[in-house]
């Protein structure tokens, strides 16, 4: 199975004073993604263990077989 991308998110300890709260919601955002990407990869894994097939796979995620495969096959 291919390796899980991870994203650098670091908290950094920066005077946001001047700041909007949008940095805040960028922090958040991208460790959602972060979080949804590592659970993405995990049901894949398990699906595939389940015995679905990339195009099952493809299908759900509104991708391709070969699109799957080559994203999250070994």
Not at 19 to 47: F, G, K, N, W
Request: glycine residues 6%.
């Amino acid at each position: 199975m291919a390796r899980t991308p991870i994203l650098k998110t670091q908290t950094y300890r920066v005077d946001r004073s001047h700041y909007s709260e949008t940095l805040d919601e960028l922090h958040t955002t991208a460790q959602t993604i972060e979080q949804a990407t590592t659970r993405l990869y995990e049901l894949v894994r398990l699906a595939s263990q389940e015995g679905a097939s990339w195009a099952d796979i493809g299908r759900e995620l509104g991708v391709t077989r070969s699109a799957a495969q080559q994203r999250f096959g070994s």
